[in-house]
């Protein structure tokens, strides 16, 4: 059933009345908002569950919120958490470049706020947790240029996430520190790329079925940013009879992809441990709640100011070492996986 905006922000406002007030929230058990791009992609579904565990844990409330990749809607979602009295908002932002002034409000209003995996751009931010997406962006490009065949040119595609998401400029970023010193030395060519909007499985299918179309000789490897994409770019290599064939890349570990790994349609994904950034943002959320100051080992500039930055350390992932990795810390099940 189709719900129209109106009511699912009424229905929201009314639920966020009913959960908390100024009254309930005190530094001790600080209310968490979190305001979500999407809750479309497994992955976030974990970082949201995982953040309101440890938040809990702590002894405090999560109010989360789901902006199903739509911008407007964003910025409504982080004014009702700070109409809400929230003490401290993790965002994970559908675009980096629209919550200027949704990040501007909480602050006027003396809330904190924690950009959550993906930055927040052009704004007083007080903490970024997140891992390295130019690394992530080298590790799966590197993958792939070592396994190409190499009596030819290796034939590659790249689909890039969002362009709305910062991520996938810096994933693009480390994949193309890698490519392009190949494609002048003659080593590999790209043969197609593109960018899918909103990391949709369907976008990134077409683009995989444009490089098809397009490249006379059949491709070698699909450089995609992420497992969502990659999902689509499976289905359209396996339309063409060419699963298996082709090396594909994903990051994020989602159930379908580690499956999609273990039959062999998709090479590799990227294991981020969620429950280690998760944890991290809850507990800053509560230090900021707490008014005590945040250390974070590094900064990164978003065009405001220098914000204090986490960055956890990722796996690459293949059939080789799933069970050793994402098995092994109970980030997918065994027997998911046959
Ligand atoms: C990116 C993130 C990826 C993936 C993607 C699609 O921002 O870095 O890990 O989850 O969003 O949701």
């Not at 959550?116 to 997140?130: F, M």
């Not at 909007?197 to 995989?208: C, L, P, Q, R, T």
């Not at 998760?278 to 405001?304: E, R, T, V």
Request: with cysteine; hydrophobic share 45%.
């Amino acid at each position: 059933m189709q719900i129209h905006p109106f009511v699912r922000s009424a229905v929201l406002l009314a639920a966020l009345a009913a959960l908390g007030s100024p009254a309930f929230a005190s530094k001790e058990k600080p209310v968490v908002g979190i305001s979500l791009d999407t809750l479309k992609q497994e992955r976030w579904q974990h970082d949201r569950d995982t953040i309101e565990a440890r938040v809990k844990a702590l002894g405090g409330t999560v109010i989360a919120t789901s902006a199903n990749g739509d911008d407007t809607r964003q910025v409504s979602d982080i004014d009702a958490l700070i109409s809400n009295h929230v003490d401290v908002i993790i965002v994970v932002p559908h675009n980096g470049e629209a919550l200027t002034r949704a990040v501007e409000a909480a602050k006027e209003a003396g809330i904190p706020i924690i950009a959550y995996d993906r930055l927040i751009l052009n704004c007083d931010i007080d903490l970024y947790v997140t891992f390295d997406n130019v690394k992530i962006g080298a590790l799966m490009a590197q993958y792939v240029v070592d396994r190409v065949p190499k009596d030819h040119p290796g034939r590659i595609v790249c689909v890039y996430g969002a362009q709305t998401d910062n991520n996938a400029k810096l994933l693009k970023q480390g994949q193309d520190s890698v490519l392009l010193p190949l494609v002048k030395a003659g080593k590999i060519n790209i043969v197609h790329a593109d960018w899918a909007a909103d990391w949709n499985s369907e976008n990134g299918k077409k683009i995989v079925n444009a490089a098809i179309a397009k490249s006379p000789q059949p491709i070698d490897g699909v450089v995609a940013s992420a497992d969502s994409v990659a999902g689509g770019v499976c289905q359209a290599l396996l339309e063409e009879h060419l699963a298996g064939k082709v090396i594909v890349t994903g990051q994020d570990a989602d159930r379908a992809a580690c499956q999609r790994v273990m039959r062999g349609s998709q090479t590799m994904t990227i294991y981020k441990p969620l429950k280690q950034l998760a944890d991290y943002a809850a507990q800053a959320a509560f230090d900021l709640a707490q008014g005590k100051k945040i250390s974070a080992p590094n900064s990164i500039d978003n065009g405001f100011k220098k914000v204090p930055a986490v960055f956890q350390d990722v796996t690459v992932v293949d059939k080789d070492n799933m069970f050793s990795t994402v098995v092994k810390d109970g980030f997918q099940k065994a027997e998911d996986l046959k």
